[in-house]
């Protein structure tokens, strides 16, 4: 298994500004993913993000939107920019712990509100 | 891409009763699919998997059971308790570090 955290765990922003997510692993892994988690929902991956080099957008989430970096095998972010309401989500990361592994392992979550 | 259709959208049962939730999946290349569990402001808990190569596999009270041909796949639960109660996700992907598609998921409610 692997061991998941982010910060912040919640934030109350306003509109029109950014966050920026941590999720640091407690291993080294290849991918990283992001979902989103809109109240009473499922899970959506944002993206797909792979150490150096770009991360890869799901359709409807744009770069501009989510900056991503991953400077390393255990550590990645996602920026959340110009929020609106419609942003207010739990926020997620996971990840493969082995190269031969299939199972995916998610962090505790953001909660984000947007007001 | 792959689109997974899971059925119900919510579940009642009394204690001690089974469980079933069923999935659907499109992209025949999908050759892994987990489950999760996701209690109430709690991150998804992987409860079982399954592989392509397998048609069912048991833990405990769950089980799982794949079909191919089909492309659907469910979980069962049996004898059910209280601390079952919760939202359940199946999901679908290439396996390894492929992304997962969930389907919109099914709460179960057990009653006591």
């Known amino acids: 298994s692997a061991v998941i955290s982010q910060k912040p765990s919640r934030d109350i922003c306003q509109r029109g500004t950014s966050l920026t997510i941590q999720c640091q692993v407690d291993s080294q892994v290849t991918m990283m993913f992001w979902y989103r988690q809109q109240p009473g929902q499922s899970l959506t991956l944002i993206a797909t993000?792979?150490?150096?080099?770009?991360?890869?957008?799901e359709s409807g989430f744009v770069i501009d939107k989510f900056p991503i970096s991953r400077p390393n095998l255990t550590f990645s972010t996602l920026t959340v920019s110009n929020m609106s309401p419609e942003d207010s989500s739990i926020y997620l990361c996971?990840?493969?712990?082995?190269?031969?592994?299939?199972?995916?392992?998610f962090g505790p979550g953001t909660r984000l509100t947007v007001l | 891409g792959e689109n997974v259709e899971q059925h119900p959208s919510t579940l009642s049962v009394q204690e001690g009763d089974s469980a079933v939730i069923k999935c659907t999946y499109s992209?025949?290349?999908?050759?892994?699919f987990p489950w999760y569990k996701q209690e109430l402001g709690k991150r998804p808990q992987l409860i079982i998997d399954?592989?392509?190569?397998?048609g069912e596999k048991k833990d405990q009270r769950i089980a799982v059971t794949l079909n191919k041909t089909a492309k659907h796949f469910s979980l069962h639960i049996t004898e059910t308790q209280p601390e079952d109660s919760a939202v359940y996700f199946c999901a679908a992907s290439m396996g390894g570090n492929t992304p997962l598609v969930f389907g919109k998921g099914t709460r179960l409610s057990v009653i006591a």
């Open positions: 399954i592989r392509s190569n397998v």
């Open positions: 992209d025949s290349a999908s050759n892994y």
């Open positions: 993000a792979n150490q150096g080099s770009e991360a890869t957008y």
């Open positions: 996971s990840v493969v712990p082995g190269p031969v592994e299939d199972t995916q392992y």
